[in-house]
């Protein structure tokens, strides 16, 4: 009888358990969404202007520095402003030094982006850096006689570029907005 009973629930459990086929789980992709950016003129008692995303908070600091922050992403745009006084080859030279210190943990450095704006005397380049290194995206403009902004991406997470790229790429595109909308107030 024991036996019988047992073999009754053996076999019942057998065909309430084999009711639908196992399938894996699809990947799941990451689907980030950022705001669509408008942009606000910045303005100050230093040298220079130009406009950041709405979203984005600036903070002037001393020597003309600034830090334009990005809270939800984690994100700040150093800004070093240095004053030229017939040293621009020594002082451009110092930014790219500072961009190429990167290379011992990038898996690329590439070109530079050049920008040029005759007009309103602005010279520069922008180069997107490859890796897990602690700043991805770097820039310089000038005006080629007074003076020179320099400034570099940092996020406050562990360096991951894969993790990372989506929201590199959507600050890059505020620093080329920053870049093109840059007035010399001191000409």
Same mark, same amino acid.
Request: glycine residues 2%; hydrophobic residues 40%; positive net charge.
């Given at each position: ?5 047992l ?12 009711s639908?086929?196992v ?11 950022y ?20 979203g ?20 700040t &745009? !150093? /800004?070093t402003?240095?004053?030229?006084? $017939?040293?621009?080859?020594? *002082?451009l030279?110092? =930014?790219?030094?500072?961009? @190429? ?9 590439n ?5 040029e704006?005759?007009?309103k ?5 922008? &180069? !997107? /850096? ?5 700043? $991805?995206?770097?820039?310089? *403009?000038?005006?080629? =006689?007074?003076n020179v902004l @320099? ?35 001191n000409?």
């Amino acid at each position: 009888m024991k036996i019988n009973s047992l073999l009754f629930i053996s076999v019942a459990l057998f065909f309430l358990s084999c009711s639908d086929d196992v399938l894996p789980k699809p990947k799941a992709f990451l689907r980030l969404e950022y705001p669509t950016n408008s942009y606000q003129k910045i303005e100050s008692d230093c040298p220079y202007s130009f406009q950041i995303a709405k979203g984005a908070t600036a903070v002037l600091e001393p020597n003309c520095w600034m830090k334009i922050k990005y809270p939800k992403l984690k994100a700040t &745009i !150093h /800004i070093t402003y240095r004053k030229v006084d $017939n040293n621009l080859n020594a *002082v451009l030279k110092e =930014v790219e030094k500072l961009t @190429y210190e990167h290379t011992v943990k990038a898996d690329a450095i590439n070109a530079p982006k050049l920008y040029e704006n005759k007009l309103k005397k602005v010279y520069g380049s922008m &180069i !997107h /850096i490859e890796g897990d290194v602690a700043s $991805n995206v770097q820039f310089h *403009v000038t005006d080629s =006689v007074k003076n020179v902004l @320099y400034g570099a991406l940092y996020f406050k997470v562990k360096p991951n570029y894969d993790s990372i790229l989506p929201a590199i790429k959507y600050v890059e595109k505020d620093i080329k907005n920053l870049m093109e909308t840059i007035e010399w107030n001191n000409n």
